[in-house]
């Protein structure tokens, strides 16, 4: 099994895990994404990454660009990568 993590990201639930190889790739970096997915080859692939820090209720939207970039753009890079 393949873990993508971003590299600042906290591992302390995976890394006793054995049988994961880890790898550090913000979703954000298509470089890196797709030299990453061209080296596993993965069959199926779990999207679990997300940023809910947005307050919603929050009029001035505040941190709306981070959000953005890394709900829907990072998601999209995957896609992208995991299709070429």
């Given at each position: 099994m393949h873990v993508l993590h971003?590299?600042?990201?906290?591992?302390?639930?995976i890394e006793d895990m054995r049988s994961i190889r880890l790898w550090g790739?913000?979703?954000?970096?298509?470089?890196?994404?797709?030299?990453?997915l061209g080296s596993v080859r993965s069959h199926t692939i779990y999207h679990l990454a997300g940023?809910?820090?947005l307050g919603h209720l929050d009029p001035a939207l505040v941190g709306v660009k981070e959000s953005i970039d890394h709900n829907?753009?990072?998601?999209?890079?995957l896609f992208v990568a995991a299709n070429a």
């Amino acid at each position: 099994m393949h873990v993508l993590h971003r590299p600042d990201g906290n591992l302390s639930r995976i890394e006793d895990m054995r049988s994961i190889r880890l790898w550090g790739c913000d979703l954000l970096d298509v470089e890196r994404l797709n030299a990453v997915l061209g080296s596993v080859r993965s069959h199926t692939i779990y999207h679990l990454a997300g940023d809910s820090t947005l307050g919603h209720l929050d009029p001035a939207l505040v941190g709306v660009k981070e959000s953005i970039d890394h709900n829907i753009r990072s998601s999209i890079n995957l896609f992208v990568a995991a299709n070429a």
